[in-house]
């Protein structure tokens, strides 16, 4: 088992480099987890998120089903690595944002 992430509190990036350089993850697996890589520190909201993955088109509310369902499979896949996907809740009108997080931000 790999040693957990050390995530940059400021940018969000891995200080020592991308662990994932690599690991064997499918193409829309790598497009899921650099989005949400490059978004740093303070995330992505769930509906550009959305956007970037799916474009403007298609049914919202079963694409966003979609999108909770990969980033679950790619968080069983970082797991052994010392990494996640989580979102905050966002208020009512608002949207929730998606970070990577560490072990060592203890999965809140």
Same mark, same amino acid.
């Given at each position: ?5 050390? @995530? ?16 064997? @993850?499918?193409?829309? %697996? ?18 550009? @998120? ?20 990969? $980033?679950? %499979? ?10 996640? $996907? ?14 990577? $997080? ?7």
């Amino acid at each position: 088992m790999s040693e957990a992430a050390m @995530l940059c509190p400021n940018c969000g990036r891995d200080m020592r480099g991308d662990p994932l350089e690599g690991f064997d @993850l499918t193409a829309g %697996q790598w497009d899921l987890y650099e989005i949400v890589r490059d978004a740093g520190a303070k995330g992505i909201k769930s509906d550009r @998120l959305f956007r970037r993955l799916y474009g403007r088109g298609g049914d919202k509310a079963s694409g966003m089903a979609t999108m909770h369902v990969r $980033i679950n %499979q790619l968080n069983e896949r970082l797991r052994p690595k010392g990494l996640a $996907i989580r979102a905050s809740r966002g208020g009512p009108g608002h949207f929730g944002r998606y970070k990577l $997080i560490s072990k060592a931000d203890d999965w809140k």
